[in-house]
């Protein structure tokens, strides 16, 4: 295959595993006889140093233009008494929209070998496979009205949560058949019991369900979830929940592999003339400013990243099989950074990752 790519390094540690998972990649390509091309642009705080906008119109015109975007980390200190459309954050709302990515894929899969990196104990979490598919678009982060408004001591604050049947269904459709392919059960998870949303959410969620009888549907409030996830987290196979839900439960469920630098996630939109499936891919993890430039970041979730990228966006399924199975190599090593208990450097991984493949 021929295909672009935009990498988008961002802030802090993020400059130093994308350029990991580019190392990787071009390995792959090369093994695999794929063409690719990979430009680089700004995003987060880097850009607002150079351009004044998180989200720089060129930025924007290469994200259309490329066939899958990889993503590092944004998010710099300074910034914090800007309005969001001025902080790094700002951006990574705006390539969301602008490249209509509505489907956010988690997967939070446990390798063997980091079984004792997990803080529950074992019999808890070996077995561990879940997806967690979050809508992206909609919800609490892109409701209007929002603002702070007011001085001294009257402020008021206002967010507003807000999701059309359309933006559920086929968030909805994604997560069954997502679950066709692997266990077959989807966990939808709201707040059924006092936020009008969510009582929304799970009737389509139930109408949608009708055209997918094979697969099982159950559902579960968000803080009854919350729980399930680490004193049951074998029991999820798809979990599939609203944005600001997703946003949380994620981050909790990173900790049931062992450390948040060994997830990957994927952003799905619409598939594309070409056949491809636009996507954007980044770690779970954040720009992680304290450790920026100390070669101490864990580059294993963007490389699992760059994995996730070619089976979604380009259905190349052996090739990222591949880099897990180099990936899996590398931890029986025990050749890895710091927050796994190791002592290798970002680079050493990266290296040791492409040395496997």
Not at 41 to 69: C, M, N, R, S, Y
Not at 76 to 83: A, D, R, T
């Amino acid at each position: 295959m021929k295909f672009n790519i935009l990498s988008l390094p961002g802030d802090g540690i993020g400059v130093e595993v994308t350029r990991e998972a580019i190392k990787v990649l071009n390995v792959v390509a090369g093994r695999y006889k794929h063409e690719i091309e990979i430009r680089e642009a700004l995003l987060g705080g880097i850009a607002i140093q150079k351009t004044g906008q998180p989200f720089p119109d060129e930025t924007k015109a290469l994200a259309l233009e490329a066939d899958a975007v990889l993503m590092g980390a944004v998010g710099l200190p300074g910034f914090e008494k800007e309005p969001l459309e001025k902080r790094p954050e700002g951006g990574l709302l705006g390539i969301r929209r602008a490249m209509g990515v509505y489907a956010n894929l988690r997967p939070v899969f446990l390798f063997e070998s980091l079984l004792d990196s997990s803080p529950l104990k074992n019999d808890l979490v070996r077995g561990t496979d879940m997806l967690i598919v979050r809508e992206l678009l909609g919800g609490l982060y892109y409701g209007q009205p929002k603002g702070i408004e007011g001085e001294y001591p009257n402020e008021r604050a206002v967010n507003t949560m807000v999701y059309t049947r359309m933006e559920i269904e086929r968030i909805a459709k994604m997560a069954f058949e997502l679950a066709r392919r692997r266990r077959k059960k989807v966990t939808s998870v709201d707040k059924e019991n006092v936020i009008d949303c969510s009582r929304l959410w799970r009737r389509v969620v139930m109408d949608v369900h009708k055209d997918y009888p094979d697969v099982e549907l159950q559902h579960q409030l968000v803080d009854s979830c919350a729980m399930l996830l680490i004193t049951k987290p074998k029991s999820f196979d798809v979990v599939l929940t609203e944005n600001m839900f997703g946003d949380i439960l994620s981050d909790e469920a990173s900790v049931l592999a062992g450390s948040i630098g060994m997830l990957p996630s994927a952003s799905i939109g619409a598939q594309k003339p070409n056949g491809v499936f636009t996507g954007l891919y980044e770690p779970v993890h954040g720009s992680a400013p304290d450790i920026a430039g100390q070669n101490k970041a864990n580059p294993l979730a963007a490389i699992g990243s760059v994995g996730a990228m070619l089976e979604y966006s380009f259905g190349l399924k052996e090739e990222s099989a591949a880099i897990t199975r180099a990936m899996e190599t590398v931890l029986k090593s025990g050749d890895v950074t710091a927050d796994l208990g190791g002592t290798k450097t970002t680079v050493e991984v990266g290296d040791a990752v492409c040395a496997a493949l």
